[in-house]
């Protein structure tokens, strides 16, 4: 009996099998959301270095393929639109992500969900303080046409 254990481990240490593969597993209650973070980061770094063109290109691939995780994850680079954030988060969501997530993938896919919607938000300030500051600055050449109309009616008066 001993011999026939050591030997059927022997043939499973040889043939690359790990022993936690053959014991059963609990059920943990979540499934993951699998996929090549690697791949992921570098089709990125690529979308970032790319031109506008092979940017519309990689986005319409990603979508005729529906790999909505390379869409969604294209489509967060802080540089977008704002319409193209939010399509972003949109897609972030049909993922359904758990909030506490166990799987690295999914971890990943949560944190460019927050990213998201942080780069949205400031987007939306920077929108808001830039109509605030042209609103500031229409005023400004309003108040200082009067100013001039004032002066030129001052110096028309004095003579």
Known sequence: MRRTLLAVFTVIGLSGCQV?????????????????MGEWMM???????????????MLKQAKDDNQIIIQAMLLSQPDNTTAQL????????QLDLDKTPQCDAEQY?????QYTQAVMTLQRALNTADLERKALS?????LRQQIEALTRI??????
Do not use: M, W
């Open 20 to 36: 936690s593969q053959l014991l059963p597993s609990p059920d943990n209650g979540f499934t993951c959301i699998t996929g090549d």
């Open 43 to 57: 089709l990125e770094q690529h979308y970032q270095q790319s031109r506008p063109e092979k940017k519309a290109a």
């Open 86 to 93: 939010k399509r972003s988060i949109e897609l972030f969501e």
């Open 109 to 113: 896919l949560l944190v460019r969900y």
């Open 138 to 142: 229409a005023e400004r050449d309003k």
């Open 154 to 159: 001052e110096k028309d008066l004095s003579r």
